[in-house]
């Protein structure tokens, strides 16, 4: 049982390495592309992508759509999409908005956020069963 669970901690591990080194790039090139004071579109893309990515994955395994070993999925749920989404950045973008007296972005960005990362849910559900019925499995 030992090595199982070194194995698995590996598997996350690697998977937090892929995930924090794309949320970094992606929120610099927000940053490069909007301007430095518009990183949060970077956020916002990383929070939604992720929900739509954990939705897929744990969608294929937990259904049977695929087989996804133990590993792969931890590598890709909690060590990816762990690493890479941002929630307590997204937590503190909301706050620097709201002590900024931005209380209508502070609005938008939370509120869409949540509605965005569950429509990114939906789809990644979607697209997963899509894939099953097309025999992509």
Not at 11 to 20: D, E, L, S, V
Not at 62 to 75: A, D, G, K, Q, T
Not at 121 to 127: A, D, H
Request: a positive charge; proline letters at 1%.
């Amino acid at each position: 049982m030992d090595f199982l669970k070194r194995r698995d901690a590996l598997a996350i591990a690697i998977g937090a390495i892929f995930g924090a080194l794309s949320r970094f790039y992606l929120t610099e090139g927000a940053k490069a592309a909007f301007g430095k004071d518009f990183g949060f579109y970077g956020t916002f893309f990383i929070n939604v992508s992720g929900c739509l990515l954990i939705a897929y994955i744990l969608t294929l395994a937990i259904e049977n759509i695929r087989i996804i070993s133990p590993e792969l999925r931890l590598m890709t749920t909690t060590g990816f999409c762990g690493a890479y989404t941002t929630f307590s950045t997204y937590g503190l973008e909301t706050n620097t908005f709201l002590t900024k007296g931005n209380i209508t972005m502070m609005l938008i960005y939370w509120v869409g956020s949540a509605i965005a990362g569950m429509i990114g849910i939906q789809i990644g559900v979607l697209l997963a069963r899509a894939s099953a019925q097309k025999g992509l499995n």
